[in-house]
């Protein structure tokens, strides 16, 4: 049976996105909360946007506060810092788009 690796979330950008240039083009980061309701605690994001065919990193979109709604998958990530390794997962987003208001759990 194949795995199944992909999410949607709606939730608003904690700050604004970050932006790198690549070899391959621009990359996006930034952070989403998710709201699941009254006295439940947020879940806060990380997602990364690479530069993919089709795929326009909406740059007025990713500002503080905008609602989105994301669908991606999960991908594994390691970076070396002061000779020790640290393991992490990738929220890689393979489409985004504004959400309408009251959509992101409030």
């Known amino acids: 049976m194949k795995s199944v690796n992909t999410f949607s979330l709606t939730g608003r950008l904690t700050a604004d996105a970050r932006f790198f240039d690549s070899k391959n ?30 795929l326009v990193i909406p740059e007025d979109l990713l ?23 640290y393991n992490s997962i990738d929220w890689v987003i393979t489409s985004i788009s504004s959400a309408d208001e009251g959509e992101d759990g409030e």
């Open 63 to 85: 500002v503080k506060g905008s609602p989105v709604q994301i669908t991606g998958y999960l991908k594994p990530s390691s970076n070396v810092k002061d000779g020790k390794t």
């Open 25 to 54: 083009g621009k990359i996006a980061r930034f952070s989403i909360a998710h709201n699941f309701g009254k006295g439940d605690p947020a879940l806060f994001v990380d997602a990364v946007i690479f530069p993919r065919k089709g």
